[in-house]
């Protein structure tokens, strides 16, 4: 059996338990060999039977249970040896250490028990602390260093509670910040620097998951390609800078009278591709493109100090006159340039 799952959780805790398990051996034959209180060694073999049985049902799946059980029994463990054996020999300091485990435990839905445990290690501590280490002398419970003993104790485990928020805190920051990262690198990606519209990437995969529609008489739809007509001239006249923005203008332009229900990409240079959800027939389509090219056409643009007119010329096709996709495409491209080689400032459809 590979005890190495694929979930980290699971593999996790096992060799936790597995630790667990080593260190109560270890320690058996510590005891053993330098004749430790009986006590101790006898439930510390109990310890070495519930950490191989928790370590078993962790290898198969991820049991809370398991894990609470263990965490319950290195409380007991540590309780019973400090009592026995001393409190030099730092037993207690196992209380510390499985808080933290405690506290950052995946078991959302069992959380509970697991902060109950954390706190309740917290306040084994401190009273281990007044009956072993004081030996419970009212005079020396009273002292000045029991106070600040207590005191630190009791804020250390505090601070491992804090912490696990402040790790909460980070995780929830840190997520946010890859996804504002992520979302920056999808719209460079996808979108036309220049004229904020989707750009060829993104419009080849919305066509793309459109294809299956092609050739179905009841989800039809319509891609339009549109060329701003005579656009070098507009650069050799006016220079680059008013040729991007005669871009722009365009971009929103088509965007605003398109709507949302509508898609218009930059496809390359002056040449922009729409795609048409809405409206999905001939004649509409062919009204909406005629209003828009009417309207540009009648446009002057005002940018440092020059007017600039120009027009555009479009070519559209149906989907249920094709069987893919990127035929439409081809034949709205040609539909277009068609426009373009009889007159230019038409539609084609």
């Keep these: 059996m590979n005890i190495f799952k694929k979930n980290s959780n699971i593999s996790f805790y096992f060799l936790l338990c597995f630790f667990g398990l080593i260190v109560h051996v270890v320690y058996q034959i510590v005891f053993y060999i330098n004749n430790v209180d009986r006590i101790a060694q006898n439930y510390n073999i109990i310890s070495i039977l519930i950490f191989s049985i928790c370590a078993l049902v962790l290898i198969k799946k991820d049991s809370y249970i398991a894990l609470l059980v263990a965490f319950i029994e290195v409380s007991v463990f540590s309780i019973i040896s400090v009592i026995t054996i001393g409190w030099i020999y730092e037993f207690q300091l196992w209380l510390i250490s499985v808080s933290i485990i405690e506290i950052i435990a995946p078991f959302k839905k069992y959380k509970k028990f697991f902060y109950v445990l954390a706190i309740l290690n917290a306040i084994v501590y401190a009273a281990l602390y007044i009956y072993v280490f004081t030996e419970f002398n009212t005079k020396k419970i009273f002292n000045v260093d029991v106070f600040f003993c207590i005191t630190n104790v009791m ?36 979108i036309d620097e220049l004229t904020g519209i989707a750009n060829r990437r993104k419009m080849k995969d919305i066509l793309a998951d459109n294809n299956i529609l092609v050739g179905k008489e009841e989800s039809e739809f319509y891609i339009a390609f549109a060329d ?6 507009i650069n050799d006249t006016y220079g680059h800078d008013v040729g991007d923005y005669v871009l722009k203008y365009v971009a929103n332009f088509l965007k605003t009278q398109l709507g949302k229900e509508n898609i218009v990409a930059r496809w390359g240079g002056e040449e922009f591709l729409i795609l048409f959800s809405s409206p999905t027939t001939k004649s509409k389509v062919s009204e909406k493109l005629e209003h828009i090219r009417y309207n540009l056409s009648q446009n002057e643009l005002k940018h440092d100090n020059n007017t600039i007119k120009f027009t555009m010329t479009f070519g559209a096709v149906s989907s249920i006159d094709f069987k893919n996709i990127y035929d439409m495409a081809k034949k709205a491209d040609e539909l277009m340039y068609v426009g373009k080689n009889t007159g230019k400032n038409k539609v084609v459809i």
């Design 155 to 190: 804020a250390t485990f505090l601070l491992i509670f804090f912490s696990e928020k402040m790790l909460k805190l980070s995780n929830i920051l840190e997520k946010y910040t890859i996804k504002q990262e992520y979302d920056k690198m999808e719209q460079i990606a996808n």
């Design 228 to 233: 701003i007509d005579d656009f070098k001239n």
